[in-house]
């Protein structure tokens, strides 16, 4: 059976490929060169439209290429927003969460699967059943406001999204790959538990750590709910949430931009959203393709097994 | 301890006293306890509040200390229609999730396999995987940007045909369609992976061997993947099941959440939930729709479970 370089059948004297297999390769062609073009699609709109004057998109609408290219709603967001503050704490915020969640899920993820422990499978109930039953937001927001004065606090965002019972099943399951022997020859030289975990099993467990922490980077990255419920009286706010105000109150909108560099009446708003918009998913935008293998051995190895 | 064998390590006995058991597994019950008070934090403590659905919340006097009211509150939003109404809503758009991600996502995957060249399904895959990665505030921005009737894409099309625009922000009649394609759009990238991947680990020994024996293209993908890919489709589909009344907050808040004249139409539970909350400060009602939800999620993914478990006991989750 002949293969092209890249594994797939190739027509040989032996097997013909029959036309309805040229068929539906024409229909897999057609079809997902459509689906990739709408994924990316809005994209291109805002990015276009950010870099369009505001009287040309008041009068012509959203544009894919600017009729008149100009970076002036960048510069205002650069200038005088409070978009760099914004990114300071987003970053903080996602750095911290992501290192110490990362750490309890790697932790626990590894402990959970060890044969040998003997409570694991009634702590791994405990830790599941918080999927199967939650409160409800109602009770939660008393909790975090009457009881842990978390209201207005960065804490409110910074906990809740560090820890949860899918990304340490995700990291069990990671680290049930790795030999058990590896932790039995640890044992033999009489290493510690801890010591086993932090010098035999987290440099194996490299591909679990970077998919764990991917999935809780991006989490905080793209953190906008715990904002809306907690932050209600911060002027530094996180990337996405501040878009979501931007976008959805006018008087946040003046807010951000400094108002000496714009009277109120010529403020920009509708380019203004998509700089800031674009400002917001940038990073993500360039990264994602880089990281994104991770993400699908994650789904991979997380979907059906929740 | 006897060490006949000196290379063999006892194992911390699953046999043995529970203090013997606790203080030889010390150092892994103390790896799990940033985890266990975490969840004790955030997920159990929350626990006792659910009581607030039980009594006539008042601010001064605390949950415990608020009239006990018994089930009025769950009454008072049965009587007027509204938890039927939204419980209905919230399951008839799953329902459309579930079906229509599954249908897409199969169809994405097998259309991916047939494409021969690897750096265009590379690229074409990480296109389709870019909505999965943005938040769903941007989405929201991403949707208005094309519908909206003054500076929206959409428009300015139709009005370069000389038609009139569209008001879909004036009316909520087209957004439950509105809301199904969103959600497809940023779904199917992700939700064809799990299916790309299925199909990947197919033999291809299997196929080659059917092509030998004459079959076409329509007759490798009905008699070889798609009941290859069953038994995941099948087990997807019933956890999909199990949370159909877990409504996708973020994706309809964004979309119409702050338009009563659109969202009256696609009211979900947690809509419902998060304006009682956030903006009326009811907790009572709050809490109890959402324990409401919560029990028949509950008993939902019970359910689901205890059949994943007689048909394919690997997958059951416990």
């Excluded at chain 1, 024409?26 to 276009?48: C, D, E, H, R």
């Excluded at chain 1, 809780?216 to 878009?243: C, D, H, R």
């Excluded at chain 2, 290859?228 to 489709?233: E, G």
């Excluded at chain 2, 539970?269 to 409401?292: K, P």
Aim: some cysteine; hydrophobic content about 50%; glycine content about 8%.
């Amino acid at each position: 059976m002949a293969k092209n370089k890249d594994g797939m059948l190739e027509s040989t004297g032996k097997i013909k490929l029959t036309g309805s297999d040229y068929v539906i390769r024409g229909i897999g062609y057609f079809f997902i060169t459509i689906f990739a073009i709408m994924s990316i699609f809005p994209f291109l709109v805002i990015l276009g439209t950010s870099f369009e004057t505001e009287d040309n998109i008041i009068t012509q609408g959203v544009t894919l290429l600017p009729r008149e290219f100009t970076t002036a709603a960048y510069e205002l967001v650069i200038k005088g927003g409070t978009i760099w503050q914004s990114y300071c704490l987003t970053i903080v915020l996602t750095a911290v969460g992501t290192t110490i969640g990362l750490f309890i899920c790697a932790m626990t993820g590894y402990a959970l699967q060890r044969r040998d422990f003997p409570f694991r499978n009634g702590i791994s109930f405990f830790v599941y059943f918080t999927s199967l039953f939650q409160a409800g937001l109602a009770p939660y927001y008393l909790l975090m406001t009457q009881t842990y004065h978390l209201n207005n606090s960065y804490f409110a965002v910074l906990l809740p999204l560090m820890v949860s019972s899918w990304l340490i099943i995700l990291m069990k399951n990671f680290a049930k790959s790795i030999p058990h022997e590896l932790t039995e020859s640890g044992k033999i030289d009489g290493a510690g538990d801890f010591k086993i975990f932090t010098s035999i099993i987290l440099p194996m467990l490299k591909p679990g750590l970077a998919t764990v922490g991917l999935f809780l980077a991006l989490g905080y990255w793209n953190e906008w709910y715990q904002s809306s419920l907690f932050l209600q009286n911060k002027t530094v706010l996180p990337l996405q949430y501040s878009l979501y105000k931007i976008i959805n109150e006018a008087q946040s909108l003046k807010n951000s931009v400094a108002s000496q560099y714009v009277t109120v009446d010529s403020l920009p708003s509708e380019s203004l959203k998509m700089a800031t918009a674009m400002m917001a998913t940038g990073p993500i935008i360039f990264l994602y393709p880089f990281v994104q293998r991770y993400f699908i051995g994650g789904i991979t190895v997380g979907a059906v097994k929740g | 301890m006897t060490t006949i064998n000196p290379r063999k390590v006892e194992p911390y006995s699953v046999k043995g006293s529970l203090r013997r058991k606790l203080f030889n597994s010390k150092t892994l019950i103390l790896m799990c306890v940033p985890a266990i008070i975490y969840f004790i934090a955030f997920s159990y403590a929350p626990l006792p509040g659910i009581y607030v659905a039980f009594v006539n919340y008042n601010y001064r006097k605390g949950i415990f200390g608020s009239p006990f009211v018994g089930l009025k509150n769950f009454d008072f939003v049965a009587k007027s229609g509204k938890l039927w109404m939204l419980t209905q809503n919230t399951i008839l758009f799953n329902l459309a999730f579930i079906l229509l991600d599954n249908l897409l996502a199969v169809t994405v995957a097998i259309l991916l396999k047939e494409i021969q060249s690897k750096s265009f399904r590379k690229v074409s895959q990480t296109m389709m995987f870019l909505p999965y990665f943005i938040s769903q505030v941007l989405v929201g921005l991403l949707v208005f940007s094309l519908l909206n009737s003054d500076t929206g894409f959409l428009n300015v099309i139709l009005k370069g045909l000389g038609a009139e625009p569209l008001r879909l922000y004036k009316t909520g009649d087209p957004w439950p369609l509105i809301i199904i394609l969103v959600h497809l759009w940023q779904k199917t990238g992700y939700n064809s992976v799990v299916y790309f991947a299925a199909i990947m680990g197919i033999d291809d020994s299997i196929i080659e061997a059917s092509m030998i024996d004459g079959a076409n293209g329509w007759q490798k993908i009905r008699y070889i993947i798609l009941p290859s890919l069953k038994p995941t489709v099948v087990i997807l589909l019933l956890f999909a099941l199990g949370g159909i009344v877990k409504g996708d907050f973020g994706l309809f808040w964004n979309l119409v959440g702050r338009n009563p004249i659109l969202y009256n139409k696609v009211d979900i539970i947690e809509m419902f939930v998060y304006r009682a909350t956030v903006s009326d400060f009811n907790f009572s009602t709050a809490s109890a729709v959402g324990l409401y939800q919560s029990l028949i999620g509950f008993i939902l993914v019970l359910t689901v479970n205890a059949i994943v478990k007689k048909i394919e006991p690997d997958y059951s989750l416990f």
